[in-house]
Nanobody
Framework: QVQLVESGGGLVQPGGSLRLSCAASGIIFSIYDMGWYRQAPGKQRELVASITTGGRTIYADSVKGRFTISRDNANDTVYLRMNSLRPEDSAVYYC?????????WGQGTQVTVSS
């Protein structure tokens, strides 16, 4: 059974930081490209950042320079370090594991940026 379990979300003030974690089980983590997506109320789910099996990263323009994605293949975990958070970063953040045609999602973790 594949599980992606996100953690680390919460309420933070503008300008603050959070680190999200996604622990994977039931897959050979190192052969999956991993990604973080987010979905705000009334909006479509969007890619925030991704990291390939080889460590190549991609970021949405809105988070470049503020967010950092990383992976720990020894512990089957992907991280998203979020700095300089803004109210518009508020959303449910989802972890994704992709190895075509297989694709898995976590249950999501809420991030709220508000004073």
């Amino acid at each position: 059974q594949v599980q992606l379990v996100e953690s680390g979300g919460g309420l933070v003030q503008p300008g603050g930081s959070l680190r999200l974690s996604c622990a994977a089980s039931g897959i050979i983590f190192s052969i999956y490209d991993m990604g973080w997506y987010r979905q705000a109320p009334g909006k479509q789910r969007e890619l925030v950042a991704s990291i390939t099996t080889g460590g190549r990263t991609i970021y949405a323009d809105s988070v470049k320079g503020r967010f950092t994605i990383s992976r720990d293949n020894a512990n089957d975990t992907v991280y998203l370090r979020m700095n300089s958070l803004r109210p518009e970063d508020s959303a449910v953040y989802y972890c994704n594991a992709d190895r075509n045609p297989l694709n898995y999602w976590g249950q999501g973790t809420q991030v709220t940026v508000s004073s």
